[in-house]
């Protein structure tokens, strides 16, 4: 279980505008990821030292992963840590007898977040 000190790390990283929006590029794009380059198209050609700032802090707080494709770095979302922000939040839920929560918590923990390559 996530303590409040990575929690909060998490929460403040996607607290933001752009990074909220890079978080949920990455979590459509699921295991495989995206390109830093299309990260940077679908967020209307933003310029790539912006792209770079946001991409760090979001890394920084263990939210996404990046590696190495040819010329181009692939970012993907840790939807290990990801889940772990959703249960940190849901945990105590009714006591910690809510089957909705139990529900959520449990199809999250299923999602590996691996690349299929």
Do not use: W
Request: net charge neutral; with cysteine.
């Amino acid at each position: 279980m996530l303590d409040e000190k990575a929690a909060l790390a998490g929460f403040a990283a996607i607290s933001q505008e752009t990074r909220l929006r890079i978080v949920r590029m990455l979590v459509v794009a699921g295991a495989d990821g995206m390109a830093a380059g299309a990260i940077s198209e679908q967020l209307g050609g933003a310029p790539a030292p912006r792209i770079s700032f946001h991409l760090s802090q979001l890394a920084e707080a263990g939210m996404i992963t990046s590696r190495r494709e040819g010329r181009s770095i692939v970012y993907s979302a840790v939807f290990s840590a990801l889940s772990d922000l959703v249960a940190f939040l849901m945990h105590d839920c009714c006591q910690g007898h809510c089957k909705y929560c139990d529900r959520a918590i449990a199809l999250f923990a299923k999602c590996e977040g691996r690349p299929s390559n």
